[in-house]
């Protein structure tokens, strides 16, 4: 008689199974994750830091407008007055100073190391505008020795610039009175009679220029040498504001006058985050895309990288325009999305394959177990068939027995019970073989 054999009760899995696939799957997937947290960008600060310009001055206006557009997505931007362009970079290049964006007229950087700067495109022209009182006309700054010339702030842009093209014209401190003026303190000078010449960089509509525009007595110069200048300094172009373009009715001014300018630029340290640079990007093109006197609708912001490398994050959205994301999404939103799309890198890489072949791996570790017995019987099968008379019956039985009590041991889920019960009838067939053709050996 068959010896009985206790069966191991089956269950609906096997956890020593499980462990051996999932737990490597697990690490797997888990380290895929680790890996693309470290490529996820922190979330943006909740505010920024610019430089912008003396009072009065174009900087300064639009900075406040620039403070509307990102109060509107939830970013402060924090104002830091300065002398003007020249101080804004200063500032942009001294590691100690909080200033993460600045106004930055064209021409500024000239021979100055800013390979941690980036351009985030010109803005818009700002002519330089030579303002004077007397009763000839001038047209040629070779014409201003001698007289008291307002030339702007210390630290500023047009302080820069108006030194520079004096020089070109062989004006200096030994035969001119260089006044470090600008800004409404060089127009308080000029009505006041305290200065002969102002030099001011800026927009028609800054308060510096517009009230000297309208101010009695007072002439603006028109450049008989604008396309020389833009030859000599490529930083600057050459723009006309014609007759009457400011006030038609006053016919101000009262002909075609040439002008030289350089560009505002938006420049960024590195360092700021790239979802403030789109963001800042997009206040500049609702700031700036209108037409004006000296632009046509949308000519600005642009691309620009005269004294600065440019930014990829600038030159992408220069390309493509605002983020996809955001053209539906609030700023918070879409940039949330934006950050942790990266981690749908390991799900599609890792998890989607794991879950495709883990069942897989598992159901072959099971059948495996099963197919092996599956052997063992099949070999015993053979031998008996082959050669009966090598054992005796309870020889042959005892190897049997062995591998039925493998089989009642084997841990087997029940979505492979029908494979068990059919390896135990094979059992009972070897049995009956057995039977049928081993010996009998009587003492």
Known sequence: MRRMVKLK????????????????????????????????KPAPPKFLNISSGAAGGSYEVYVERYRQVLARNGIELREQPSAGSM????????????????????????????????????????????????????????????????????????????????EANGVDAKNAT??????????????????????????????AVWSLLYTEGVRLMSFSHAEAYVRLFPHLARLTLPQGAIDMTRNIPARDVKLVSPMATLVAH????????????????????????????????????????????????????????????????????????????????????????????????????????????????????SNPERHSRAEWLEKLERIEEDIQHIPTPLAFADMLFTLRSHVGLVHATILRRAPVIKD
């Open 270 to 385: 590195e360092s700021v985050h790239p979802a403030l640079v789109q963001l800042l990007l997009q206040a500049a093109q609702e700031v700036h895309g209108e037409a004006g006197i000296f632009q046509r609708p949308g000519e600005f912001p642009r691309i620009g990288q005269a004294d600065f490398p440019p930014s990829p994050d600038a030159e992408r959205y220069y390309k493509s325009g605002k983020p996809f994301l955001q053209r539906y999404l609030p700023f918070w939103a879409a940039n949330l999305i934006d950050r942790m799309v990266v981690m749908l890198v390991p799900i599609f890489a890792l998890l989607i394959p794991i879950m495709k072949f883990a069942p897989g791996l598992y159901s072959w570790r099971v059948r495996s177990r099963i197919y092996r017995r599956y052997g063992e019987l099949k070999f015993l099968e053979a031998e008996v068939e």
């Open 87 to 166: 101080e804004n970079l200063k500032r942009l290049l001294d590691e100690d100073d909080d200033t993460e964006v600045a106004l930055v007229q064209s021409g500024t950087a000239n021979g100055v190391n800013v390979e941690k700067l980036q351009s985030l495109g010109y803005l818009y022209f700002e002519p330089l505008w030579v303002f004077y009182r007397g009763q000839q006309e001038l047209d040629r700054l070779t014409q201003l020795a001698g007289r008291r010339l307002a030339v702007g702030a210390e630290g500023s842009g047009t302080r820069k610039l108006a030194l520079q093209l004096l």
């Open 9 to 40: 009760p089956l269950r609906e899995f096997s956890l020593h199974d499980l462990l051996t696939v999932g737990l490597p799957a697990l690490l797997l997937l888990i380290g895929g994750f680790w890996l693309a947290a470290q490529f996820i």
């Open 178 to 207: 260089l006044l470090p003026l600008g800004g409404l303190s060089a127009v308080e000078a000029l009505q006041s009679r305290k200065a002969d010449v102002v030099f001011l960089v800026g927009t028609e509509r800054s308060a």
